[in-house]
């Protein structure tokens, strides 16, 4: 009898936020009661395991889906220590690199000691707090048996237009675009190699890219459309407002 998969969640967290224009990195401004940050830890700490037949655990169970959730922190990050979710006894800090592929490789070094070739690893942006334990298990029921994994994505429903130097190019067939989400689902060891092989390499922007450099194929699992990341300062209005609907 083959054994239940494991799931680790990685969340890259070094990055400074110049876009939002505030004293410090955006996954500590204030969201409701708690940081950007916090918000988005505790979606993926209070995500339910799921049982032997894909349905969550009821509500009376407490066993979590993620051995562990590792945040990649910059090395100097005065924020995250004030932080009481830092302790928690599921999260694990990892150091943060300059690029996002080079903070969740350092993930995936961390725990190099204990995960599995054949876990799963899903990748979350720290700015993404309105992810739903839905989305979670959407992701993992429908891409457990692909081949190479997969993403949340959300189909283009605008006109998209190719610009080159302020003028447009071409138009795009919107029905072959899709917006890239996150968490991003792949196999610890392929993952992992893809982001070594891949190193240093401007195009690598999210995990799936990585895979897709090395001839690989993932998954699309359409998310919901709330699942937005905080990039501006408008963007913290608009997450409040998802936050309290849900």
């Known amino acids: 009898m083959s054994e239940k998969p494991r799931y680790w969640a990685i969340v890259p967290a070094a990055g400074v936020g110049k876009r939002m224009l505030a004293d410090r990195p955006k996954q500590y401004l204030p969201l409701l009661d708690k940081t950007v940050l916090e918000q988005t830890l505790s979606r993926l ?7 032997d037949s894909g ?20 090395t100097t990050d005065p924020y995250w220590p004030e932080l009481a979710v830092s302790r928690h ?19 995936l ?72 989400l996150t968490p991003q689902m792949f196999r610890y060891k392929s993952l992992k190699e893809a982001l070594t092989q891949t190193a240093g390499n401007p195009a690598i922007t999210d995990e799936a890219s990585a895979l897709e450099l090395l001839g690989f194929k993932p998954g699309i699992v359409e998310g919901r459309a709330d699942n937005i990341k905080i990039t501006r300062p408008e963007d913290l209005a608009l997450a409040t407002f998802y936050l309290e609907q849900q």
């Open 109 to 180: 070094e961390h725990i190099s000691d204990r995960a599995a070739d054949t876990d799963w690893v899903l990748v979350h942006d720290a700015a993404r707090p309105c992810i739903t334990h839905t989305d979670i298990h959407a992701l993992i029921t429908q891409l457990q048996q692909h081949a190479v994994g997969g993403i949340l994505a959300l189909a283009s429903h605008d006109t998209l237009k190719q610009v080159t130097e302020g003028d447009i190019t071409a138009t795009l067939d919107r029905r072959c675009v899709w917006r890239a």
């Open 45 to 51: 700490l209070t995500a339910p395991a799921l049982t």
């Open 89 to 107: 006894s599921h999260i694990l800090t990892a150091a943060g690199g300059k690029e996002r592929a080079d903070s969740v490789l350092s993930a």
């Open 55 to 74: 349905l969550p655990l009821s509500s009376h169970e407490t066993e979590p889906l993620f051995t562990a959730v590792v945040v990649a922190i910059t």
